[in-house]
């Protein structure tokens, strides 16, 4: 089943980036649950292509549908099935023997003998359609326990940002970029353009920050809260690296630097600093749980590159036409708060901390 | 079962480190491999403690005993019980409501309200025994179609090695680090003793490469080979970032850059360079697979600390007793090796890429 | 993951009775498989109300639409998305609160305390049409080495029928009630009709063939194949009882009775009767697996029965309109021949009985 | 991972029957249980060999140590594992080739091509010593809200017993074969003597009944409370059919007859009747839950059997020497018993039913 991820929240995906539709059916939602078409839409609205001019040309409204599990505006705690379909959709740049470098073509082909190389078929970034609509049932339920989760663009290419907290939450949304630094969020849509303008595409980081997490969350010793949300986000093509906390930066510290301090205040425990990310041994701290992605450069790219020809087995040359992002990491934010919050409510499930009951039914 | 990982191949550990012993129960080992005691010792003898100077002194011998599941000296497609038995236990130096900075005391206590507070219980990083003979197993399985998995120090706090392959499999097991550049070695074990005569502790990366790995291996879009890799490395104690292939610089490069540009060699497909480490899309290449962990500092050290008495919620200042290693990475590799044969055997079997009717049974 | 079945080839279904639509994705379905429309409305169309005049005279025409998954004709290996409309609907007869007997109107709404009451809504037998979906992809995969299952109404009511396996193949299909006798096909039509006319509804037992079936599939000690089965076939509405082979006629038996004996006829193994119903210690034995199950009379009957109005707490008596099967026995049986072909599908895989490497894929 | 059973209540097993030990691990189990090894000695006695003159005359103690996850007496949340040694074993009597009628040597052979034959290896009875520690465990959680399994014989060979629920709880453990009617159980054991004294074996039924279970429990639609039963019932070796409330007896019923009427006694829902076995629609109803196991006559049976040697591919008659029980169904009582509690405890813990945190932990 490695088109299902979770176990008492599961989200199940399907469809192709140039089929009919793409799609989620969510596992697992409570009952009585307010829920309505605008709740998905409005994530959906913010992974959606064209939305901006750092984004693809390809325009798709991504209007989605509810096929089941909710009645009279209320979840039944049936599966939820959603539909999105594919509307704008040009197949004419695709070749399925000529390997584009940096995609999933070449091993699609040798794993698969046969697959719809439109648009990458599958392994196209439409495919987090249905992790956005999964996500957005996901921070529905917890909402009801506060639980709050913001993603930003913490980097492109060289521009770095160092956001606080409170910026991350007020300014993200209000640039194209998602940049949470004012300042640095210009400075990144200048390069991602100027990037654009050379025919090339350029990498960036995404961090997420959940907070609100109560202490107690995440199963010992395999279902470790960071080993999810690592599988989680390593699942979500063109991300190569995770890291929570301090993450890499842990390798050049010392002990006595990278504990963080334990403390009482106002008869709260709380931690100095938070190198540990808002986990020890895989459990939930309270701190807030923070991680980081690194987001590889879009490898569509307007320039000659050097890849074979598949069935002739000959070296060739090839330029990618088609309309692609030249930073995606704007685009993958809420597809890793999608991510996070699928992760969290299926782990705070199993470690009992949604008050399921207390949700008013009628 | 947040205890057990794996599908069709799957390793359940059990153990605390001040209890009686620590196992492993492996299910899904093909019948009639070969599989001997010492297959599985070999690979202990690497992970146990007191084996060099740069070591806790904890000085456990780690035999393991088979319990079930291997006959005349071949497995026989059932599950194979482990068991290795704790013997150098001194528990004289823990408290059950002194929480240590950087452990996972605090989420334990909080989590379960009851735990086996003596050298960490669960949380100890002897659980790790479990894995290294899960791993042995898989290693052994993996043999049969040449994969092969190497794992070296790549750093301790600021020294950094750049070995070759080459270096990585002849020189890593000479040096008590486990660093693969001779010079480097040097130099890694003088900042770790330095680190340990101040009471310290420090940090590092440990790499792990996988040769042999046919195209093929790695189900999308929820369980990719990175996927999984990353879910299985952050799910060993004191990981703390994860990253494939070129890693977190993918942030800073160009598309043009970071794409493998793929080619015809001697009738056989070859991609220049390996930012990609191996995966495309979430499926294996057939380049070698190449991954990285950050590894925080132990955070048992012989500095005063801050935190919290929890039973009289109140501020004290605690002084780490007892025996710990100033750096863990040396004994991580063969954890990290572990975890990676055990995810490939598993994702092989299910990519049918394991030839197991031609293991020669009588 | 309530709503999704099988591990390596998989289940998951959706839909409400009165709701939008019903559906399904298949996860796991090899590339390169040849599947069209046709391949599963077949299936549908046996399982579809208004068939025939022993059926319930809601009409659905039951047109399936695959979204995803299938590329010029054939499969591509990522999962099949498909869509059945819910049209010929009337929802007036139906009141939350006046709980019906036998049927999961008490049970949902007491677990639930929230649901779609109209037509049973996730409980009623209309959600099996995402498990006819699912098998009939699953009977495609099992064809390609000459898998092949037979379902047929053993028994209605006091109705028996004890059919050679060539009248099973061969007559089933040809009478509305899926009886293999012709003369008992005719009594049990009649015993139907008359229980109809008495405003009542009678139970049976429908039996299911696997010829075929390789030695070998099946995985001890909790995935036995008659586990697996008996786990899938319990699964479906109305089914109270399951037995492989002999089943309950054991009971009564002597060892010397019951043990198959084994013997070599032109160098193949075969088992003398078949007790064993196909399956020993798990595992397949390549004799022709054999089960039945018990199903209930359709609890929805046009006479007065005592329940209770839920809201009220109080004793009432109801009588039940809408449109009901009077018995269910002819459209359960390619529903658990649906089933029964996802299990074997499942395990033959993980087994690695099935040849998937010689699909001809262009 | 098919010698795991159960998601957020597991349990792993392990062992040959003439290995070294047998085992489990369970995973799970709340922290804070009070929990002794007595608690599973006791479950373990009334299933192990030798306790009366209808059972094998094998003379296992069956003492069971525990490994892990229990502190000063009580459990921390991590796995417990359990391990109980093989004492008196006589190998001597099995032959590899020698295939008896009825076991799973044949199917064992066909699937791995290499095994423990020595009494059966994996495939013996004796694998469920792991079940009933598991089981063991799984009841003491459901103590905690009062939910208690008691299974008795209901059938040997012709002679049937139909005794009260106040017979099964008071008597059933008061004699060698389980029944829990005095007059029966007399005439039971007589056929068992008479049978064993013929060289032969005889089948049976297992009932058990499940007191207390709240209603809410079972997960539609592919988790259904009868379908897990079924599954679990089904996993257990000699089991050859399983059915629920009424059972293969709806098969004869009419829905006016089948259905149970509901009605409101001092303010709670009642069932009148309980065909329906304590579940509608995969969910508990709050009535006790009832089901039956078909057990068929071992197979070992002192009589000339014909039957094939597997390596020369001959026919040949066998007489099986070795111990063995005349009846096996007093001895699966409490594996079907401990079955039935890791499922209840697995389900209720999914549907939020079990009050863990009313754990008194210090």
Chains 1, 2, 3, 4 share one sequence.
């Not at 209007?63 to 704008?88: A, H, Q, Y």
């Not at 990458?120 to 921070?139: D, L, N, P, Q, Y």
């Not at 008050?355 to 008013?360: F, V």
């Amino acid at each position: 089943m490695s088109n299902s991820f979770g176990n008492l929240f599961s989200v199940t995906t399907f469809g192709e980036s140039h089929g009919g539709s793409v799609g989620a059916v969510v596992d697992g939602c409570p009952a009585g649950l307010e829920l309505s078409k605008e709740d998905i839409q409005s994530e959906l609205d913010r992974r959606r292509p064209g939305q901006s001019d750092v984004s693809t040309t390809r325009d798709e409204k991504d209007l989605v549908k509810i096929l089941s599990g909710v009645f009279k505006g209320k979840t039944i705690g049936t599966p939820i099935g959603m539909l999105v379909e594919n509307r704008d959709v040009d197949s004419s740049k695709y070749s399925r023997f000529e390997i584009r470098p940096g995609h999933a073509d070449l091993t699609y082909e040798l794993k698969y003998g046969f697959r719809d190389f439109r648009g990458g078929g599958r392994s196209s970034g439409r495919e987090t359609v249905g992790r956005v609509c999964g996500g957005a049932i996901a921070k529905k339920i917890l909402d009801l326990i506060d639980i709050e989760i913001y993603g930003h663009v913490k980097k492109v290419g060289r521009v770095e940002s160092n956001p606080t907290y409170s910026q991350i939450k007020s300014f993200t949304e209000e640039n194209p970029v998602r940049c949470a630094d004012p300042d640095k969020a210009i400075e990144m849509e200048e390069e991602i353009l100027k990037t654009q303008k050379m025919g090339d595409s350029v990498g960036g980081i995404v961090e997420v920050i959940v907070e609100g997490i109560p202490a107690g969350i995440g199963e010992p010793v395999y279902k470790k809260l960071e080993s999810e949300l690592a599988r989680a986000v390593m699942s979500v093509g063109a991300v190569k690296g995770f890291e929570v906390g301090a993450g890499f930066k842990v390798a050049d510290m010392k002990g006595s630097m990278s504990n963080d301090p334990i403390k009482i205040i106002n008869n709260q425990i709380e931690l100095e600093g938070n190198n540990s990310g808002g986990v020890l041994g895989g459990i939930s701290t309270g701190m807030p749980v923070v991680f980081r992605a690194a987001i590889k450069p879009t490898p569509s790219i307007n320039k000659k590159q050097k890849t074979i020809n598949l069935k002739e087995m000959k070296d060739i040359e090839i330029e990618i036409e088609g309309r692609h992002d030249p930073c995606i990491c704007p685009r993958v934010v809420p597809v890793l708060e999608s991510m996070a919050a699928i992760v969290i409510t299926d782990l705070s499930m199993q470690a009992g901390k949604l008050p399921l009951d207390k949700i008013q039914k009628e």
